[in-house]
T-cell receptor, first 113, second 115 residues
Framework: GDSVTQMEGPVTLSEEAFLTINCTYT??????LFWYVQYPGEGLQLLLK?????DKGSNKGFEATYRKETTSFHLEKGSVQVSDSAVYFC????????????FGTGTRLTVIP | ETGVTQTPRHLVMGMTNKKSLKCEQH?????MYWYKQSAKKPLELMFV???????ENNSVPSRFSPECPNSSHLFLHLHTLQPEDSALYLC??????????????FGPGTRLTVL
């Protein structure tokens, strides 16, 4: 079945460091891919998405490219800020009609000044 | 209120209690979802409603009983829960159920502790 595997955290970085959070997926068909972010005490918010191969999603300085050949959707940011501290979830959506979201386990990022 | 709201934000209950979680969405969406978020586990989809009809029940124990009286409101009735049911329960909504990449909007969750 469809599933997502993302790197386990926690990840601790200094401010302005480069961030990569790895995400790979298993799916039949052609899923849409998402990164959601959960700030402390809040629900999940969509950070970015990509709906087909080679698409790049971007938002708030974060980017991820849909790589069909490696079944990956790694999240990157060139220079993290303290305010980026949160839990990041990779997810995929079955395009076949059910529109279920399959989430990874989440990666906690802490950015220190 | 805007977006997706959930009440209560925190709930502590004994195993013999009956309680309900409430979710309300102010986005005009037609699909609503309940998820369970436990530490170190992926989000688990519990129930899905589309136009008030339940379209998915992911083998959830009967001690969890959902109710969707209209497209804006979703309840999760809890009865004789177990300590392992302690988790963050998240509600979400989306514009429509089937097809495409309809973004799901999440509420802040209810932190449930079962004693």
């Amino acid at each position: 079945g469809d599933s997502v595997t993302q790197m386990e955290g926690p990840v601790t970085l200094s401010e302005e460091a480069f961030l990569t959070i790895n995400c790979t997926y298993t799916a039949t068909g052609y899923p849409s891919l998402f990164w959601y972010v959960q700030y402390p005490g809040e629900g999940l918010q969509l950070l970015l998405k990509a709906t087909k191969a080679d698409d790049k999603g971007s938002n708030k300085g974060f980017e991820a490219t849909y790589r069909k050949e490696t079944t990956s959707f790694h999240l990157e940011k060139g220079s993290v800020q303290v305010s980026d501290s949160a839990v990041y979830f990779c997810a995929l959506s079955d395009q076949g009609g059910a529109n279920n979201l399959f989430f990874g386990t989440g990666t906690r990022l802490t950015v220190i000044p | 209120e805007t977006g997706v709201t959930q009440t209560p934000r925190h709930l502590v209950m004994g195993m013999t209690n009956k309680k309900s979680l409430k979710c309300e969405q102010h986005l005009g969406h037609n699909a609503m979802y309940w998820y369970k978020q436990s530490a170190k586990k992926p989000l688990e989809l519990m129930f899905v409603y589309n136009f008030k009809e339940q379209t998915e029940n992911n083998s959830v124990p009967s001690r969890f009983s959902p109710e969707c009286p209209n497209s804006s409101h979703l309840f999760l009735h809890l009865h004789t829960l177990q300590p392992e049911d302690s988790a963050l329960y998240l509600c979400a909504s989306s514009r429509q159920r089937a097809g495409g990449d309809n973004e799901q909007f999440f509420g802040p969750g209810t932190r449930l502790t079962v004693l």
